[in-house]
């Protein structure tokens, strides 16, 4: 499928402000599952754009902007077309040769990052005896096992804007018993990487238009899930938000351990503290 994404972020200022310096994660990804044919980014007041690719492998912008100004304008355009013939990936091992590969020296090591706990992927007594009440089940195989897990969060969270905010750490939300997307994949990645499987985090967008009956905002548009590595199958997407199948609907732009290695925003300025935030996402099909 082909999708037109508009993805607009405005900062209005209390005040004029001076050496802004900023970096964006706004440029979705080209692998397997889709192919970005077209990207553009523009800032207001304009500046010129420095782009590389991060440790994780994510296109970056840097811009800055010394002038005094009273707001900033961000607008990231792309045409990205997704793989319509997915199939779900699923394990091809019995899970006690997967636990015996997840346990090799070799298998650590090549993980290593995406098995250590994170500031927001903490590895607590409560996501232990999360882990404990799954690991007391008998599971064949581990894709059957993140899909309990996936069920598990979306049956027992409750999504609540309103609930949580970008510093919540797990600890907060598993007692709130709800959050949001960026919530559910932190503790999916951390009750992962606390039996072994290594996880990432992926941000990206969710078309729902065709559900919703007409333009996603921007809660619906912009997403989080996960992907976790399933032993001789590879990376495999997950959705404990909604638990539903990670296919053509999903655009990912970014991964990371965690959300601050794909923060899709941010910088430093000189200049009042107060400034208003919104953020305008809308994704099209276009064919």
């Known amino acids: ?3 037109k994404i508009v993805h607009t972020t405005h900062y209005q200022y209390d005040g004029e402000v001076s ?6 994660r706004l440029s979705p990804r080209t692998n397997g599952n889709q192919s970005c044919y077209q990207h553009a980014i523009s800032t207001y007041p304009h500046a010129p754009l420095y782009a590389y690719e991060d440790y994780f492998g994510n296109r970056v912008h840097a811009f800055s902007i010394a002038d005094t100004h009273s707001e900033l304008r961000i607008t990231a355009q792309s045409i990205v077309v997704t793989n319509d013939s997915l199939a779900p990936r699923e394990s091809i091992l019995p899970f006690e040769q997967e636990q015996a590969i997840m346990k090799s020296d070799a298998f650590l090591d090549q993980f290593a990052e995406y098995l250590a706990p994170t500031d927001y992927t903490q590895n607590t007594i409560d996501v232990n005896n999360i882990v404990n009440r799954f690991l007391s089940q008998s599971m064949p195989s581990v894709s059957e096992l993140l899909a309990e897990i996936t069920t598990a969060i979306k049956q027992e969270y409750i999504y609540d804007p309103a609930a949580t905010q970008v510093q919540t750490k797990i600890d907060e939300m598993i007692k709130l018993r709800r959050g949001v997307c960026q919530d559910f994949a932190h503790l999916m990645i951390a009750l992962c990487r606390c ?11 969710q078309y729902i238009s065709d559900l919703s009956g007409g333009n996603a905002d921007f809660e619906q548009a912009s997403h989080a899930w996960i992907e976790a590595y399933i032993p001789e199958v590879g990376w495999t997407g ?6 539903v199948p990670v296919g053509w609907r999903y655009i990912i732009l970014a991964y990371g351990r965690d959300y601050k290695d794909i923060v899709p925003v941010k910088g430093v300025y000189h200049g009042t503290p107060k400034q208003s935030l919104t953020v305008d996402v809308d ?3 276009i064919s």
């Open 283 to 285: 994704v099209k099909q």
């Open 19 to 24: 050496d802004s310096v900023n970096e964006i």
């Open 1 to 3: 499928m082909k999708f």
């Open 238 to 243: 997950f959705d404990p938000t909604n638990d």
């Open 195 to 205: 039996i072994g499987i290594p996880a990432r985090y992926v941000s990206g967008y």
